[in-house]
């Protein structure tokens, strides 16, 4: 049986355990940033596997920065406890390791100076987040990317992603599985919670990171695998609207969405509508790396159990 656990006020303890009080800086004002660290389940070896952990924890010490929040803990302590509490919590199924920190003096007053930080940890069984194999239909939303003038997106901020909710609610209502929101230059930015990548006369292209999107672990991991597996051209440029429609082939990255073909932008087919030849290899190979199925890539893993065993499982 799982025992989810959570890091919470310095200690390891049952989640149900974890509780913030009403005043909360961090409740009041979104003054928090954090990740989202995924645990893949290998039925066959009966072992979880992190993914990019050190990456993950890197990122939200970035976030963490820009919002001038002090971090009371190293990189290296910090992984170990991501492993530690997925570990703890003993799920045998897809995870989703969620790090936070925190602005948790109990005080009303809008600042990011003079005020405590903390950090924590929760771990919640976590499958598909969109459908990996029909793939998803987008809209364009009408909310514009959140610009690195008003609050940097390249930080996962928690109260920035008011900004996401309104694209991917706008999306849902409207029919769509997901929104893809442009920036203030009505250049393609992101997805609601994924990078964006398509595929033009054999190139893939993704937005620089000055078009606002959220600087992607699965996008790099993504970029990596079509360059030395299918031996791709990768370029980062401003990406127009409409390119989204003539496209070869258009997929989004994350680390909830994994790699998911997009089929249709705008109610108009990409390609002939049905996920692309790349995105579907691409697919593949990603998914056989992140369960620790390729030698090459296992350096991007963490196996959470100790003694796991190799042989398949009944
Ligand atoms: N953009 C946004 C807005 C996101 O929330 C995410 C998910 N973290 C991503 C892109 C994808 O980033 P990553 O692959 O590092 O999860």
Not at 9 to 21: C, D, M, S, W
């Amino acid at each position: 049986m799982p025992t989810p656990t959570a890091f919470f006020e310095g200690q390891f303890v049952p989640l149900e355990q974890a509780k913030i009080g009403v005043m909360t800086h961090a409740f009041n004002y979104g003054t928090a940033v954090f990740e989202g660290v995924r645990g893949n389940w290998n039925a066959d070896e009966g072992q979880l596997y992190l993914f990019k952990v050190r990456e993950h924890v890197q990122r939200i010490r970035q976030s963490a920065k820009i919002m001038r929040m002090a971090v009371h803990y190293t990189e290296d302590e910090m992984v170990e406890m991501v492993n530690r509490v997925a570990e703890m919590s003993g799920y045998q199924e897809d995870v989703y390791v969620r790090p936070m920190v925190y602005k948790s003096s109990e005080l009303v007053g809008v600042r990011l100076h003079d005020l405590d930080d903390d950090f924590l940890l929760f771990v919640t069984p976590f499958g598909a987040y969109l459908d990996i194999e029909a793939g998803a239909r987008c809209m364009t939303s009408s909310w514009r990317r959140v610009s690195d003038t008003a609050i940097p997106a390249r930080a996962k901020v928690n109260g920035l992603y008011v900004n996401n909710a309104m694209a991917k609610t706008e999306a849902q209502q409207n029919g769509f599985d997901e929104a893809i929101m442009l920036n203030e230059d009505g250049h393609v930015s992101e997805g609601s919670g994924e990078n964006i990548v398509i595929l033009r006369r054999g190139t893939l292209i993704s937005p620089p990171p000055q078009d606002n999107i959220l600087e992607g672990i699965t996008l790099d991991t993504a970029l990596e695998i079509a360059q030395q597996e299918l031996g791709l051209p990768v370029e980062r440029r401003t990406i127009d609207r409409s390119e989204l429609y003539i496209a070869d082939e258009v997929f989004m990255t994350g680390t909830a969405a994994h790699l998911t073909p997009v089929v249709e932008v705008d109610r108009v087919p990409v390609g002939d509508g049905r996920p692309g030849p790349v995105s579907v290899q691409l697919q593949r190979t990603y998914f056989q790396a992140i369960t620790g199925r390729l030698p090459q890539y296992r350096e991007w893993l963490t196996p959470v159990y100790q003694g796991a065993t190799v042989a398949a499982q009944p």
